[in-house]
C-alpha cells in the first residue's frame, strides 16, 4: 500500500519560512520523480516544484528563488523548503510521487495545509 505523508505546515508570518517533509512508502522511492503541487481556496490545483531521481530539479517560474525543493532518497523522504513567504502561498499543498514507463505510477498525499497571515 503506497502512502505519502505531508507534514510541516502551519501558520506562518509574511515573509516567514516553512519546510514541508513528504515521506513516502509502499514505492521504491529512488525510482519516482517527487514533486510539490498547492491548491488555494477557489482555485484549481498548480504545480509547485518536482525533484528527479537523479537529483536535478524544476521549479514554477513564479516561485523559482523562494522554494527550494530536495529529497533524502535514505529516508524516503522530499522536502519543500519555502522562503519569503506572502499571504498569496496560502494553500493546501500536495506531495506527489510519479512514475513512467514500465510500472507507472502516480501516488498522492492528502495535503499539508499552510496558511501565511499576520
Known amino acids: 500500500q503506497v502512502q505519502l505523508v505531508e507534514s510541516g505546515g502551519g501558520l506562518v508570518q509574511p515573509g516567514g519560512s516553512l519546510r514541508l517533509s513528504c515521506a513516502a512508502s509502499?514505492?521504491?522511492?529512488?525510482?519516482?520523480?517527487m514533486g510539490w503541487y498547492r491548491q488555494a481556496p477557489g482555485k484549481t490545483r498548480e504545480w509547485v516544484a518536482r525533484?528527479?531521481?537523479?537529483?536535478?530539479?524544476d521549479y514554477s517560474g513564479a516561485l523559482k528563488g523562494r522554494f527550494t525543493i530536495s529529497r533524502d532518497n535514505a529516508k524516503n523522504t522530499v522536502y519543500l523548503q519555502m522562503n519569503s513567504l506572502t499571504p498569496e502561498d496560502t494553500a493546501l499543498y500536495y506531495c506527489n510521487a510519479a512514475k513512467w514507463g514500465s510500472a507507472p505510477g502516480d501516488f498522492w498525499g492528502q495535503g499539508t495545509q499552510v496558511t501565511v497571515s499576520s
Open positions: 509502499g514505492i521504491i522511492f529512488s525510482g519516482y520523480v
Open positions: 525533484i528527479w531521481s537523479g537529483g536535478s530539479t
